[in-house]
């Protein structure tokens, strides 16, 4: 199960986080888009995300780069639920020193332009359930 505009939309997402480019990291999420920014700690809507993901990128993964592994897609009319290895890259690009590999989950929803974006970013994934 693949849906090659969703997994092409977070691979974008990546790049764009690596590279902190925030309005092309803004093109990726809906306007009502939530993240999990750290445990048990969520913020909505597209300013407080693109915040959101500044303040974790500064604080928990300043020397590291988010790289897509696998994902699934699971498709229901104009939502899609997506559960996607990506790995954080500590050390320099071309020989990490090692990578740290999470399961996150994402929803998707299809705006009326029929393109992909994110509305729910929950890069903890079901290891949120260890927090609560």
């Known amino acids: 199960m693949k849906n090659q505009a969703i997994s092409a939309q977070l691979q974008e997402l990546h790049r764009a986080f ?4 925030q309005h092309a990291i803004a093109a990726c999420y809906d306007e009502t ?6 445990p ?3 913020r ?9 993901l500044a303040q974790f ?8 780069l988010v790289t897509n592994g696998d994902d699934v897609v699971i498709e229901a009319g104009d939502v899609a639920l997506v559960m ?7 050390g ?16 998707f929803k299809r705006n ?15 290891d949120l359930l260890d927090y609560v």
């Open 84 to 90: 996607s290895k990506i790995y954080l890259n500590y």
């Open 44 to 52: 909505s809507g597209k300013s407080d995300v693109l915040k959101a």
């Open 33 to 38: 888009a939530t993240v999990v920014s750290r």
């Open 40 to 42: 048990i700690h969520r």
């Open 18 to 21: 690596n590279a902190n480019e």
């Open 57 to 64: 990128k500064q604080d928990i993964v300043p020397d590291a």
């Open 92 to 107: 320099q690009v071309k020989q990490p020193k090692f990578a740290e590999a999470n399961r996150a989950i994402y929803v």
């Open 112 to 126: 009326e332009q029929g393109e992909w974006r994110c509305v729910v970013d929950n890069f903890f994934g079901t």
